[in-house]
């Protein structure tokens, strides 16, 4: 095993649930892309699932630009596991993206690692992009930076 792995299989907060459907998302966040799931009509929605909302038709995959606004989002003092402790507050958002679709992600700063960025930095309407944070040799969960 390499060093580099080693390091990223060090990775001790939680993962996403793995899932069949979400597959393709996954492995495209693995070459920083962000894909969004569309119906029959081209439409993206969210999140990832077998069949395309309201219908039992296969879904489809568009490229999104990875740019969007901050819905809402809210501070985290405490995570949802003992991964968490220590770390300094973070920030959960409900992000919009310019494609129509509203997908949850955490704010975060671009620099090394992406650590959590000041909560008073982020406000409601802030532009966003997307980065990917390379987590684990499997992993590159997608989170955003402010616009500047």
């Known amino acids: 095993m390499s060093e580099q792995q080693t390091t990223k299989s060090e990775y001790k907060k939680p993962l996403p649930d793995m899932r069949p459907e979400g597959q393709h998302f996954w492995e495209n966040t693995k070459q920083h892309k962000l894909l969004l799931p569309t119906g029959a009509d081209g439409a993206p929605f969210w999140y990832p699932r077998a069949y395309a909302p309201g219908t039992l038709d296969p879904i489809g995959w568009v490229e999104s630009k990875g740019e969007g606004t901050v819905y809402t989002y809210s501070v985290h003092y405490i995570g949802p596991s003992s991964a968490y402790k220590g770390e300094p507050p973070h920030v959960v958002a409900l992000i919009d993206l310019d494609e129509g679709v509203r997908m949850?992600?955490?704010?975060?700063?671009?620099?090394?690692?992406?650590?959590?960025?000041?909560?008073?930095?982020?406000?409601?309407?802030?532009?966003?992009?997307v980065v990917f944070d390379d987590v684990t040799d499997e992993i590159t969960l997608p989170k955003f930076v402010p616009v500047a």
């Open 104 to 129: 949850m992600s955490n704010i975060v700063r671009d620099e090394e690692g992406y650590p959590s960025v000041a909560p008073e930095d982020v406000s409601i309407g802030m532009r966003v992009r």
